[in-house]
Nanobody, 125 residues
């Protein structure tokens, strides 16, 4: 079971750092993906951080603003979000797949079978 935290209300231009952890389960060996879903929209891939090959995928529209990292000592993956915009408002989810250690150059929600409950991010003045 994955657990996200760190969401909240932030003004445009602000920053948030989301965390994804898994109590009782080691994330070290698995790629961890981030997705988001805004009301009335499909779930959208945000980022994926590999466990083994160092590759990190970002959605083109988010490159330069979002940064994914992992701290294996804390069993936690982070998504640092800077220069936030109202269109970043969504529920953010982290996901893993026990058969996937590294990310690909695309991101599909159907590839992942373990999900967190999501954390709400609202960007508004």
């Amino acid at each position: 079971q994955l657990v996200e935290s760190g969401g909240g209300l932030v003004r445009p231009g602000g920053s948030l750092r989301l965390s994804c952890t898994a109590p009782g389960f080691t994330l070290d060996y698995y790629a961890i993906a981030w997705f988001r879903q805004a009301p009335g929209k499909e779930r959208e891939g945000v980022s994926c951080i590999s466990a083994m090959d160092g590759y990190i995928y970002y959605a083109d529209s988010l490159k330069g603003r979002f940064t994914s990292s992992r701290d294996n000592a804390k069993n936690t993956v982070y998504l640092q979000m800077n220069s936030l915009k109202p269109e970043d408002t969504a529920v953010y989810y982290c996901a893993s797949d026990l058969n996937r250690s590294n990310c690909q150059t695309a991101l599909r929600a159907s590839w992942y079978d373990h999900w967190g409950q999501g954390t709400q991010v609202t960007v508004s003045s």
